[in-house]
């Protein structure tokens, strides 16, 4: 079945970029997604991107998909401490679009 | 409704008892997910509702549980006899109708946490 892994920790300073990191096996999956959560929260949706697109920007964030690689990316851009919390790749579409997630990475911004 | 609403937010029950765990998807959404959050297994799927039917009930680990979806609208999750090991965050979410390929994002309401004593 689909599998999905992240990078389990990332850690950075107030104003640089993270980047977090994901990969995917399964190649029928057609849209794949970004999730946010914070503690004793649910999943923000962030942003999502269709598998035949490369790249989509939305204002601090932007994803990168290499479908060869089945490697997904989000980049966020001048991270803030607000942006401390732990992000899910998931991967999705057929006939449900049941998402299939990763582990999640937790990003630490330090200030 | 504004978002996802799941009832009760938190719910502790002894080992052996039943539980129901309600979902209220946002007003217009014709589809349906539960999922399930523990420590030991991540984020895992659970059942999937098109309007009341539910075509893909794949993930329910056992008998034990079970779902149903009434008026296209609130959907309630059953738990019977629990055990220790359905402890977890069960997560509701809806989105739009499924184009064919899939693709409506998910928005999730913010879960149930359940613990079994």
């Known amino acids: 079945g689909e599998d999905v892994e992240q990078s389990l920790f990332l850690s950075v300073r107030e104003g640089d970029s993270s980047v977090i990191n994901c990969t995917y096996t399964d190649s029928s999956s057609t849209y794949l997604y970004w999730y946010k959560q914070e503690p004793g929260a649910g999943l923000q949706l962030l942003t999502y991107?269709?598998?035949?697109?490369d790249m989509k920007q939305d204002q601090r964030l932007t994803v990168l998909l290499n479908k060869k690689d089945k490697h997904l990316s989000l980049r966020i851009a001048d991270t803030q401490t607000g942006d401390s919390a732990i992000y899910f790749c998931a991967a999705g579409g057929g006939a449900t679009n049941k998402l299939i997630f990763g582990t999640g990475t937790l990003l630490a911004v330090q200030p | 409704g504004a978002g996802v609403s799941q009832s009760p937010s938190n719910k502790v029950t002894e080992k052996g008892k039943d539980v129901e765990l309600r979902c209220d998807p946002i007003?217009?959404?014709?589809?349906l997910y539960w999922y399930r959050q523990s420590l030991g297994q991540g984020l895992e799927f659970l059942i999937y509702?098109?309007?009341?039917?539910?075509?893909?009930k794949s993930g329910l680990p056992s008998d034990r549980f079970s779902a149903e979806r009434t008026g296209g609208s609130v959907s309630t999750l059953t738990i019977q006899r629990t055990q220790q090991e359905d402890s977890a965050v069960y997560l509701c979410a809806s989105s739009l109708v499924i184009d064919p390929g899939g693709g409506q994002p998910q928005h999730f309401g913010d879960g149930t946490r359940l613990s079994i004593l």
């Open positions: 509702f098109q309007g009341n039917s539910a075509p893909d």
């Open positions: 007003s217009g959404h014709t589809a």
């Open positions: 991107i269709f598998s035949n697109m």
